[in-house]
Structures are given as structure tokens and as C-alpha cells.
């Protein structure tokens, strides 16, 4: 807890508080406690066999179709209780406060959407003959529950981010398809509710099947995120070994433009699109020779084409990588300039795609405010007023005022200056084609 910032712990605080406070509310006469019981077992059991998401810690489990059916079947404090059983689930990995916020948080997930239940006239128990009118009432209920969980989540998401990293925004950062899964398994809810009045406490047992095949298809998703992740990654390090000082610069792009994207409202697919974009946009530097990139002299005209060359070779590298998409676009033209004299093929205006637009304002921020082998980082003042003073010219006026008005409200944590071996110090370049203020220098033949 102590780790975590103190507006984060005061955030976390409130939560639990509230769910404490609101759940000990009740109103508690008429509960069946050994309903409570039952689906509370059932919560544990789905929490406990959560699925990792990506490659952070952050889980989803299906104890959502649990904690509906109790909003039918016990009410709100009962479904706030049962929410709050997440507090034991058997998994090592939640720390203490993870435990308890989790706990909070469906706690509230619970009672709140049981409130609404209540609110739009609907009867807690077994549902009886008023079933087809009982289904317009849970999907309200439904989503209320989402509402409340993702909410809480960004919340929490957004408090404890690095400095210059940008905040979540919609469904906990997760990706849209994934909650509109979470409302399809939170209809399981109502038929558990329906089938307890023939079954009992045996409708668990019955729908445990669903359920894990529900949590098995959102594993399959999940795995295959984290083999996109490693895909990139694997090929991040491979560029990055040819230059030590551009280590996580590939990464900082990402950052920067996912930034300018979110400022500007791209949709989330979009956005999760340009996050690759930005890792992969210098992957064309493994087609460009080492002694070309190391170069501390002026380049001769054979090698300045190679270096023009880069992004061509980046797609035919990544172009058969089918999760790409629209990222493939940003990754060819990330040199293009507003007034047509980029490379590689001399776009100007809105002919250059938008992904490329974004990368590279992202792409020359991060290099003037990285340390270089010829200087050092320059300040966050001095980078934005060079994007800025090559607003128009080189870069849309559009991305660079978004990503200057994104910077002023997440703010920017600059890299640390790389601490190289000797060895590493004898084939740094002295010249970075990302820079702005330090253009390549070429052998002039004439």
C-alpha cells in the first residue's frame, strides 16, 4: 500500500468504505443466507480461475453471472455480499490491496445494480410469470453492473500511472470486444436466477459449464494478445541492439502517440492499432547496415539512400503480420512531411496517412528528449516549441496541439541517459534521423 501514490490509497480507501457502508445498509430482512452462501462459493470459484489479461496482472474471471443472478435472487446487500466474497479467491497473485479493492469493487458492483433492480420494479426472488418483462429490466440491470466495474477499474488504472503515461480511457483500458463479452456473460445471471426456484442450490453446479467455456474463449483471446506482444517486443530488441542510445525509444513512441491518439478521440481498435505502429516504425532498421546507422561522419549519397530506405524495408519485413492493419501504413510514410519533402515517396498534406501523421510528431519528441551520442536530452520546453516551430512544414498542425495539450495533462517522463559499457561507447552514431534539429548530414559531391 505504502507504494502506491497517496491519492491512489485514498482512492481505494473510498471504495472499500463505501461498499462497507452502502452493503451494511441492507436491507437484509428476507435474505436467504444459504443462497448468499452458495453463490458466493461460486464467485470464489470463478475468481480463482481468472484469466490474465495480456501481459499485465490485470484478470477477468466470470463471477459477473453470479453476482446478477443474486441481484435477482437476494437483493442488493446479498448481491453486495456475494460481490465481496472476490476478497478470498485462491489465487496467489492479487497483493493485500488488490485483494481488498477487488473485494470493494464488486462489492459495489453488486449492490448498486441491486438498487437498480429494485429502482425499475423489479421483485427480489425467483422469478415467477412476469419473466418477459423481467429480461428488459436485467439488461439495464446488466449494464449498470459493467458500468460500475469498469469505472472503478479506470479509476484505479488512471491514479497509479507512470508520469507520461496515458491514462485509460473507456471499459479499464480493456479492449471494447471484451466488455461486450462481459455483458453477454452476465445474461447468464438471469437464468441462473430463473432455474434456482427447480433446482436450487444445484443451478451452479449446472451452469459451471457455460461458464468456463466462456472463461476458456476469453483464454484464447487473451493468449493470443500476448503473442502479438511478443512478437513486437521480440522485434523492438532486435532493432534496438543496433544503437544502444535509441533503447526504449521504440516504446516511448508508442506511448507518444497513443497519447495524441486518445487526445483526438481515435476509437479503440484504432488506438490499440497505432500502440503497435509506434513499437514496430523503426523495424526497418534491421534492413539498413550497421555501419550506416553507427556512422559519426557525413553519409555519401549511397548510404543517405539507405537511411531514406528504412521505412520500405519495414513494411516488407512486418507486411504478412495480419494484426497490423492500418499500423503497416504509419510504419511505411512515419517520414513523410506536411510539405512534401519527406521520404520515401514524398507525400504531402493529407496524402500522408494519418497513423504516420501522429508517429512522427511522436518520433522527433522523443528523440530531442532523449540523450544522444552528439547531445544532450533537450528540456520538454525546447521540444515542444521545435514541434511547434515545424508545425505545418513538417508536422500537422493538428497532432502536434493534441499532443502538446496531451503532455500538459499526463506529462512526459524523459528516459534516463543509458549507461554504456566502454566498448558500447566506440560505435555510437553521431547522427539521428529522427531528430529535427540535427539533419543528416550528406557528403556534398559537387
Known amino acids: 500500500m505504502g507504494k502506491l501514490p497517496r491519492v491512489a490509497q485514498v482512492y481505494i480507501g473510498v471504495v472499500v468504505a463505501a461498499a462497507v457502508v452502502l452493503v451494511a445498509t441492507g436491507p437484509f430482512a428476507g435474505i436467504a443466507w444459504e443462497d448468499v452462501v452458495v453463490l458466493g462459493v461460486l464467485v470464489v470459484v470463478c475468481e480463482s480461475t481468472g484469466t490474465l489479461l495480456r501481459t499485465t496482472?490485470?484478470?477477468?474471471?466470470?463471477?459477473?453471472?453470479?453476482?446478477?443472478?443474486?441481484?435477482?435472487?437476494?437483493?442488493?446487500?446479498?448481491?453486495?455480499?456475494?460481490?465481496?466474497?472476490?476478497?478470498f479467491t485462491t489465487r496467489r497473485s492479487p497483493a493485500a490491496v488488490k485483494r481488498v479493492f477487488n473485494g470493494g469493487m464488486m462489492a459495489l458492483s453488486g449492490y448498486l445494480p441491486g438498487r437498480v433492480f429494485l429502482l425499475?420494479?423489479?421483485?427480489?426472488?425467483?422469478?415467477?410469470?412476469?419473466?418477459?418483462?423481467?429480461?428488459?429490466?436485467?439488461?439495464?440491470?446488466?449494464?449498470?453492473?459493467?458500468?460500475?466495474?469498469?469505472?472503478?477499474?479506470?479509476?484505479?488504472?488512471?491514479?497509479?500511472?507512470?508520469?507520461?503515461?496515458?491514462?485509460?480511457?473507456?471499459?479499464?483500458?480493456?479492449?471494447?470486444?471484451?466488455?461486450?463479452?462481459?455483458?453477454?456473460?452476465?445474461?447468464?445471471?438471469?437464468?441462473?436466477?430463473?432455474?434456482?426456484g427447480q433446482l436450487g442450490p444445484f443451478t451452479p453446479v449446472l451452469v459451471l459449464v457455460p461458464l468456463f467455456v466462456a472463461r476458456w474463449a476469453v483464454a484464447q483471446f487473451a493468449a493470443q494478445q500476448r503473442a502479438y506482444e511478443a512478437?513486437?517486443?521480440?522485434?523492438?530488441?532486435?532493432?534496438?541492439?543496433?544503437?544502444?542510445?535509441?533503447?526504449?525509444?521504440?516504446?516511448?513512441?508508442?506511448?507518444?502517440?497513443?497519447?495524441?491518439?486518445?487526445?483526438?478521440?481515435?476509437?479503440?481498435?484504432?488506438?490499440?492499432?497505432?500502440?503497435?505502429?509506434?513499437?514496430?516504425?523503426?523495424?526497418?532498421?534491421?534492413?539498413?547496415?550497421?555501419?550506416?546507422?553507427?556512422?559519426?561522419?557525413?553519409?555519401?549519397?549511397?548510404?543517405?539512400?539507405?537511411?531514406?530506405?528504412?521505412?520500405?524495408?519495414?513494411?516488407?519485413?512486418?507486411?504478412?503480420?495480419?494484426?497490423?492493419?492500418?499500423?503497416?501504413?504509419?510504419?511505411?510514410?512515419?517520414?513523410?512531411?506536411?510539405?512534401?519533402?519527406?521520404?520515401?515517396?514524398?507525400?504531402?498534406?493529407?496524402?500522408?496517412?494519418?497513423?504516420?501523421?501522429?508517429?512522427?510528431?511522436?518520433?522527433?519528441?522523443?528523440?530531442?528528449?532523449?540523450?544522444?551520442?552528439?547531445?544532450?536530452?533537450?528540456?520538454?520546453?525546447?521540444?515542444v516549441a521545435e514541434l511547434r516551430k515545424w508545425s505545418g512544414t513538417q508536422f500537422d498542425p493538428a497532432f502536434v496541439d493534441a499532443f502538446v495539450a496531451a503532455i500538459k495533462r499526463d506529462g512526459w517522463q524523459q528516459p534516463e541517459p543509458p549507461a554504456l559499457a566502454e566498448e558500447e561507447l566506440t560505435v555510437m552514431a553521431a547522427q539521428d534521423h529522427d531528430d529535427p534539429t540535427a539533419p543528416l548530414r550528406v557528403i556534398d559531391t559537387f
Open 231 to 383: 512478437t513486437v517486443s521480440a522485434l523492438c530488441q532486435a532493432v534496438e541492439t543496433k544503437d544502444f542510445y535509441t533503447r526504449g525509444h521504440s516504446e516511448r513512441v508508442s506511448r507518444g502517440s497513443v497519447m495524441i491518439a486518445r487526445e483526438i478521440g481515435m476509437h479503440s481498435e484504432r488506438v490499440e492499432a497505432i500502440r503497435y505502429a509506434g513499437m514496430l516504425h523503426d523495424v526497418g532498421k534491421l534492413g539498413v547496415p550497421t555501419k550506416v546507422l553507427q556512422k559519426t561522419g557525413k553519409l555519401t549519397e549511397e548510404e543517405y539512400a539507405a537511411i531514406q530506405l528504412h521505412p520500405m524495408r519495414g513494411l516488407d519485413i512486418v507486411r504478412e503480420i495480419g494484426f497490423l492493419d492500418e499500423a503497416l501504413a504509419g510504419i511505411m510514410h512515419h517520414h513523410e512531411r506536411i510539405d512534401g519533402r519527406g521520404y520515401p515517396m514524398g507525400l504531402a498534406g493529407d496524402e500522408i496517412p494519418e497513423f504516420a501523421r501522429v508517429l512522427a510528431v511522436a518520433d522527433a519528441f522523443d528523440s530531442m528528449t532523449s540523450t544522444r551520442s552528439y547531445r544532450g536530452a533537450r528540456p520538454i520546453h525546447e521540444a
Open 120 to 196: 425499475l420494479g423489479g421483485h427480489v426472488g425467483v422469478p415467477a410469470t412476469d419473466f418477459p418483462r423481467l429480461i428488459g429490466i436485467f439488461v439495464v440491470v446488466a449494464l449498470a453492473h459493467v458500468l460500475v466495474n469498469y469505472t472503478l477499474v479506470d479509476g484505479v488504472l488512471w491514479l497509479t500511472r507512470k508520469p507520461g503515461q496515458p491514462g485509460e480511457h473507456g471499459l479499464a483500458g480493456l479492449d471494447l470486444r471484451l466488455g461486450v463479452t462481459e455483458l453477454g456473460y452476465c445474461a447468464f445471471g438471469l437464468p441462473i436466477a430463473a432455474l434456482w
Open 57 to 87: 496482472d490485470l484478470t477477468w474471471s466470470a463471477n459477473s453471472a453470479a453476482i446478477l443472478a443474486a441481484v435477482v435472487l437476494v437483493g442488493p446487500a446479498g448481491a453486495g455480499i456475494v460481490g465481496g466474497c472476490t476478497l
